[in-house]
C-alpha cells in the first residue's frame, strides 16, 4: 500500500490540534474526544556472518514509528481508531546487506515504507470488534506473531471478534484478508481464518484451545496449558502442548494437497529465585507423515523468536526439528537483564542438525528508552549441512507519546 508520508503528518497534526472539530470544547460536533499520538526511533546495527559464498553483512538501519489512537469518533461511545506509519532506512550509510545488494549475506531490512496499523475498533461490553490492518499476536507468537524483532513489523488486514463476558475466559475470532509480510512490498491475499479461546482456571492453570484454518497451507488444531506459582520465594512456570496437522480446509489456488499429517509437541519450565532464571524446553515440530513431505510450519509465526537467533530453522527441515534448549539468566533492576540460550538441534528421527549458542543484554534506562545488545553462534550438525552463523546485534529503543 503506498501512500504519502506528508499527507500522513498533516493528518496526524489536524486530529491533535484543538480545533473545534477535534477538540474536547464541550460545544458543537467532535470527532473524537481523545487522542495520543505516539512514536518510536529504533537505531540498529547488526552483523550477519554465514558461511558460504556471500560476504559478511553490516547494516545500519533505523526504524521510525509514529502513530495515533483516537477515542470515540463521531461521538460514538465505544468507538475508536488507530493509524500508524513505519518507514526503515539506512540512510545509505551502511548498506553492505541483502537484500539492499546481493553480493552479501541477507539482513532482512530492506528499505521501505509502509501503513503498519489502520483499523476502527468498537467496544460493546466486553466484545470488541476490530476492522482493518492490525499488528494481531495470539499466545506466544509460536503460530501468530508480528515479527517484531525485524525493523518492518508483520500486520494483518483483519475482521476480528474478542469477547471476555464470562469470566477468565477470552474468545477470539479473526478473519485474514491479507499478510503484510517483512519483505519489501510483500502483502499475500489469503481467506484464513484462526480462532482461539483461553480460560483461566486459576493462577497455576490457563488452558487454551485453538484451531487456525491458514487457506492453501493447512489446517492448526491445537491445545496449549501455562500456569506458574510461587514456592518459598522460588517463582516456577510452565508451558505444556500439543497441535496436529493435516491439509488445508479453504483453498486459494488451484492445486487440491494431499493429507499430510504432522504433530507439535512443546514441554518447558523456567525457574526465577531472587535474580537468577534457569529453564528448560523440548520442542517438537514433526515430520509430515503423507505423501507430500515436508514438516510441521508456523508460517505467520514471530519465527526470530523461536529455534534460535541465528535464524537457521526459518523453515523447518523436511524431517522436522527437536529443540532442546536451556535458559540461563540474571535479571537486575538497575544492571538489566543478562540471559544465556543454549539449543541443541535433531530432525524429528534423531539426525543431528547442530547447536546454537544465544546471548542477551537488556538495559532499561527509563520507561522510554532501552538498549539491546545481542549475538548468536550458530554450528552445523553432521547431518545437515545448514552453514554455520554468526550474528551480533546493538539496538537502542526509544519511545515516547507527544
Not at 521510525?64 to 493509524?83: D, N, R, W
Not at 468498537?122 to 482493518?132: D, L, N, S
Not at 534457569?278 to 508456523?298: C, H, I, Q
Request: with cysteine; charged share 25%.
Amino acid at each position: 500500500m503506498k501512500f504519502s508520508k506528508l499527507s500522513f503528518a498533516a493528518a496526524c497534526v489536524f486530529l491533535g490540534t484543538s480545533s473545534p472539530v477535534a477538540s474536547d470544547s464541550g460545544t458543537g460536533f467532535q470527532l473524537f474526544s481523545d487522542s495520543l499520538l505516539y512514536a518510536q526511533i529504533r537505531p540498529r546495527y547488526e552483523y550477519a556472518d554465514i558461511d558460504g559464498g556471500a560476504e559478511a553483512a553490516n547494516a545500519f538501519t533505523n526504524r521510525t514509528v509514529i502513530g495515533g489512537k483516537f477515542s470515540q469518533l463521531a461521538e460514538v461511545k465505544g468507538l475508536s481508531a488507530t493509524i500508524e506509519a513505519t518507514n526503515v532506512s539506512h540512510f545509505g550509510i551502511m548498506d553492505d546487506y541483502k537484500p539492499e545488494q546481493g553480493d552479501y549475506d541477507v539482513i532482512m531490512d530492506p528499505s521501505q515504507t509502509r501503513m503498519t496499523q489502520a483499523h476502527l475498533t468498537y467496544q460493546m461490553g466486553k466484545t470488541t470488534f476490530i476492522a482493518g490492518r492490525k499488528m494481531l499476536t495470539l499466545d506466544n507468537h509460536r503460530f501468530v506473531g508480528h515479527v517484531g524483532w525485524r525493523q518492518m513489523p508483520q500486520t494483518f488486514d483483519v475482521l476480528a471478534v474478542i469477547d471476555k463476558s464470562v469470566k477468565n475466559l477470552t474468545l477470539t475470532g479473526v478473519y485474514i484478508n491479507g499478510i503484510n509480510k517483512i519483505f519489501e512490498n510483500r502483502r499475500d491475499k489469503t481467506n484464513s481464518w484462526l480462532f482461539n479461546a483461553s480460560y483461566a482456571v486459576m493462577p497455576e492453570l490457563k488452558v487454551t484451545g485453538y484451531t487456525y484454518l491458514l487457506a492453501s497451507i493447512h489446517d492448526t488444531i491445537g491445545v496449549r496449558a501455562t500456569g506458574k506459582r510461587n514456592i518459598s520465594g522460588f517463582k516456577l512456570s510452565y508451558e505444556a502442548e500439543y497441535a496436529y496437522q493435516d491439509k488445508p480446509t479453504f483453498e486459494t489456488d488451484s492445486g487440491i494437497k494431499p493429507d499430510q499429517e504432522a504433530q507439535y509437541y512443546k514441554l518447558a519450565v523456567k525457574g526465577k529465585y531472587d535474580r537468577f532464571v534457569l529453564g528448560a524446553a523440548y520442542e517438537v515440530l514433526g515430520e509430515k507423515e503423507g505423501d507430500g513431505g515436508g514438516a510441521f510450519s508456523t508460517p505467520l509465526a514471530t519465527l526470530h523468536a523461536m529455534a534460535g537467533f541465528a535464524d537457521r530453522f526459518l523453515k523447518t527441515p523436511d524431517k522436522g526439528l527437536v529443540d532442546i534448549n536451556f535458559t540461563l539468566g540474571y535479571i537486575d533492576k538497575k544492571l538489566g537483564k543478562f540471559l544465556a540460550f543454549y539449543h541443541l538441534f535433531e530432525s524429528d528421527g534423531g539426525d543431528d542438525y547442530g547447536s546454537e549458542l544465544d546471548l542477551v543484554y537488556v538495559r532499561k534506562f527509563n520507561k522510554n528508552l532501552s538498549m539491546f545488545v545481542k549475538s548468536a553462534f550458530y554450528w552445523e550438525g553432521d547431518d545437515l549441512a545448514n552453514n554455520d552463523a554468526i550474528k551480533y546485534w546493538l539496538m537502542m529503543d526509544y519511545k515516547f507519546n507527544f
